[in-house]
């Protein structure tokens, strides 16, 4: 099955839906970056912001550094993340909650970071068996699972 | 319920698409801002994300059903 994903400003963004009634999500909107250049998966401070996640729930797993700058990685609870697939069929992906939170304490700092996506990285394509398909001058770009009798 | 998801789904889709056709002329109407995207058209705009999500509760706009990107004219590497 193949999941379309857009080219945008030279990125690669997938519209997604997140729920969890461990933190009361409903079901929220929520676009990723595909960034094979992070081996993490995380949601951003901005969209944690967004879906009302409570920071004091979560527990520090780890930093990161991205683009510059240092992250603080929140654990969380298990969420759902639903995508839709070309033949506009819905899968969901069961993700245990990450939140990239910034150790900068300027506001400017702050804002800057916050600037930053939430990201699907090689983690989640690996562990969901996940392959991307990036042809731009072609116009073709989507994720590609495998299930597997077709392995 | 699957019918409901899927509905937010497309419209998070085409949110996203109206976001990749009018980005230009947004990098120069909201460069550096945080935009809250609802049903094709621009439902709240700061730069900083927080005062975004106060002015989006003032309207009574749920921020879990619209799609926050940021704008930026500087290319951004991850």
């Known amino acids: ?151 | 319920m699957n019918q409901q998801i899927m509905q937010l789904l497309k419209e998070a889709d085409s949110d996203l698409v109206w976001f990749k056709d009018h980005l230009e002329e947004l990098k120069k109407s909201h460069d550096q801002e945080f935009i809250a995207i609802k049903n094709g058209r621009i439902v709240g705009a700061d730069k900083n994300v927080e005062k975004l999500l106060k002015s989006l509760k003032k309207e009574k706009i749920d921020s879990k059903n619209v799609l926050i990107q940021f704008v930026s004219s500087i290319p951004t590497i991850f």
């Open chain 1, 1 to 151: 099955m193949k999941f379309p994903l857009e080219f945008i400003g030279g990125s690669i963004f997938l519209p997604g839906i997140v729920s969890s009634s461990n933190y009361r999500l409903g079901f929220s909107k929520l676009s990723f970056i595909i960034d094979t250049g992070s081996p993490t998966t995380f949601i951003s401070e901005k969209d944690a912001l967004s879906l009302q996640i409570p920071f004091k729930a979560l527990r520090f797993k780890e930093h990161m550094r991205l683009g510059g700058s240092k992250y603080e990685l929140l654990s969380g609870k298990r969420i759902k993340i639903y995508f839709k697939t070309d033949e506009s069929k819905l899968t969901s992906f069961d993700f245990d909650l990450i939140v990239a939170k910034t150790t900068k304490k300027t506001h400017i700092g702050i804002q800057e970071a916050r600037s930053c996506p939430s990201i699907i990285g090689t983690d989640f394509l690996i562990q969901n068996n996940l392959g991307l398909i990036f042809w731009p001058s072609k116009g073709i770009y989507y994720l590609e699972k495998k299930i597997e009798s077709e392995l």
